[in-house]
């Protein structure tokens, strides 16, 4: 079994999440130094070194008298306002670019990016930090649930079903997973996910069955038939213990349907969001098959060096959902306009409107030009995780030209098991696992994209790994210019705009920016805390929570004994 070496210096095999929900130990996990005070440290001495100057320069100004004192003063100001400038621009060269230490404003340091980005002493937990009580015995009832759309828009769904259950206090019947609206794939949740890991991993937080129990009275056997609901789409918390919990005391279980996005994103509760962490980055692990898969081509990838992987989504659903026509052939503008009507709302769309303000899915050609920019050179080699591309080798014959070195998970792996699964959930899956462990991942349209947006809060919960993200409304006037014959200074100006970009390090959520895409700081813990509300949980946190359990298993044991024990009493 291969291993890898985690940011924080311990190693974990592929298949396991490098931060355990309960870890034994906080601090063993944290061997990286504090980069906040490092900031602080540093603003205070650029502050210091500038009050200094200006002493300097005062001193000078009344040391001489007459025309040799004023060409004197003359001269001290401009040092110390050419000095007061270089300071700026270092200090800002220090905290550009996401945490990856100092890039000069033109050059953006290519062998940093192959590691993580700095944490600033932050380190992923989802574990409980209050009084978190184990799932009562009795349950309010069942819920189920059907996830809709494609593996990872189902992959939020699973995690807002669980997190409703602990609301509603209801028994989670395993989300069932829908075959017919995506991916014509009936593997379902069984087929995907490890089962028994899911279950045992979210016992401290719901009770969850894999089908709805047949309930014997008076020697018959009865089902209990789910009553339908369809919930409102972001449903607030007051739904679901309003309506949704009426249904569910009156009938006994509910079934939601469709679920997706049926859970409001932002929640004023840190332990629900926690909760949805656990199960996204904890309890949802593929099959071991599909992990034994991801690791093969991941051994095979790295075997060579460090490798990049890029979700290429210039896809025709995505082109279509843009409205990004203009560069294609009429026949294939035919297409692409004739999905849009078929699968999107009506809406009135001008190309250069969109292109101008980088609303249109980045070409491969730019994708590759954006990296040579960067400073990747031809022998990078890269990853692509990707469905079909719209518009034939036209396209990517440039991005090849650029970068050779390109793989997918068929040309890794031409196994007769991925071959004849590429497009259903196992290839979403590996592709998923395999850029989850890439050095590098680099969405190319993380807008309504939820493999990327996953996948970006997942690399973040994993340790801050790098991910590029190009600021498509910033290159957009770069890339018009280019093609316009404008191409002077263009790799600086490409350089510019993505040294403001975070490449992977802790950063506040602002929307519409997703939970999914960014749990910090809720996922989130600092050893040394300046805030009480970032503080780690403590180290005994799984002690706590297995004596909450057994204790609420043995009042359910007495107050059951005790019951049975009264019913004989009646009987005789």
């Known amino acids: 079994m291969q291993f890898q070496t985690c940011p924080n210096g311990s ?109 600033g002493g932050w380190r992923p937990s989802s574990a409980p930090r209050s009084v978190w009580p184990p799932p009562p015995r009795e349950s309010n009832g069942y819920l189920r649930v059907r996830c809709n759309g494609g593996l990872n828009q189902q992959r939020t769904a699973i995690c807002n079903a669980v997190l409703a259950a602990r609301i509603m206090n209801a028994t989670l ?11 014509h794939d009936d593997s379902g949740f069984q087929g995907i996910y ?27 056997t009865k089902k209990i038939k ?42 004023d509760n840190p332990e ?26 991941v051994d095979k990838l790295r075997a060579e060096g460090h490798f990049m992987s890029i979700h290429l989504r210039f896809e025709m659903d995505m082109l279509a959902f843009a409205g990004c026509f203009d560069i294609f052939k009429p026949e294939q503008q035919r297409i692409l306009k004739k999905y849009r009507e078929e699968n999107f709302k009506e809406k009135k769309l001008v190309y250069k409107e969109r292109r101008a303000i980088g609303k ?54 031409p196994s007769e098991e991925l071959v004849t699964n590429t497009r259903g959930l196992l290839g979403s899956a590996v592709d998923y696992m395999v850029c989850l462990l890439s050095d590098i991942f680099m969405p190319t349209y993380d807008g309504p994209s939820n493999f990327a947006n996953n996948l970006l809060g997942h690399r973040l919960y994993y340790g801050f790994r790098t991910t590029i993200r190009p600021d498509r409304k910033g290159l957009a006037p770069i890339f018009i210019d280019r093609e316009n014959g404008r191409t002077a200074g263009f790799e600086e100006a490409v350089r510019h705009v993505m040294l403001k970009t975070n490449f992977g ?68």
């Open 11 to 119: 190693t974990h095999q592929y298949h396991q999440i490098p931060y355990p929900i309960y870890p034994s130990s906080h601090r063993q996990l944290n061997n990286s130094s504090t980069v906040a005070t490092t900031y602080k440290k540093k603003e205070a001495s650029s502050s210091s070194d500038l009050q200094t100057m200006r002493r300097y320069g005062h001193h000078r100004l009344h040391g001489k008298q007459g025309g040799l004192k004023g060409m004197v003063g003359k001269l001290s100001i401009a040092v110390v306002v050419l000095l007061i400038c270089t300071l700026c621009l270092l200090y800002s060269a220090t905290t550009i670019g996401g945490g990856h230490g100092s890039y000069s404003p033109s050059k953006i340091n290519v062998e940093e990016l192959w590691g993580s980005a700095k944490s």
């Open 173 to 183: 019947v395993l989300p069932e997973l829908d075959a017919n609206s995506f991916w």
């Open 505 to 572: 390090g802790p950063h506040k959520r602002v929307p519409p920016e997703s939970f999914y895409t960014n749990s910090w700081p809720e996922c989130f813990c600092q050893i040394s805390a300046q805030n009480p509300t970032d503080e780690c949980p403590p180290d005994n946190v799984l002690d706590i929570l297995n004596s909450r359990l057994e204790s609420e298993a043995r009042s359910n044991s007495q107050s059951l004994t005790q019951g049975n024990f009264s019913t004989s009493i009646l009987e005789r």
């Open 360 to 413: 249109c899915p980045l070409t491969p050609e730019e994708v590759g030009l954006i990296l040579r920019a960067m400073g990747f050179n031809n022998s990078t080699k890269i990853y692509l995780a990707a469905g079909e591309l719209f518009g034939g080798e036209k396209f990517m014959k440039p991005f090849r030209a650029l970068f050779p070195h390109l793989e997918n998970h068929s040309s890794v792996d």
């Open 194 to 220: 490890d089962v028994e890991h899911f279950i045992q991993t979210l016992r401290y937080d719901v009770q969850i069955v894999e089908s709805i129990p047949e309930i014997h009275k008076n020697g018959k």
């Open 272 to 297: 629900y969001q926690r909760l949805r962490c656990r199960v996204n980055y904890h309890a949802l692990r593929f099959k071991p098959n599909i992990m034994k898969l991801s690791e093969l081509i």
């Open 226 to 267: 789910a009553y339908q609901l369809r919930p409102p789409r972001d449903a607030p918390i007051s739904w679901y213990l309003t309506e949704a919990m009426e249904q569910m005391k009156k009938h006994g279980a509910i079934y939601l349907t469709p679920f997706s996005h049926r859970l409001a994103e932002e929640i």
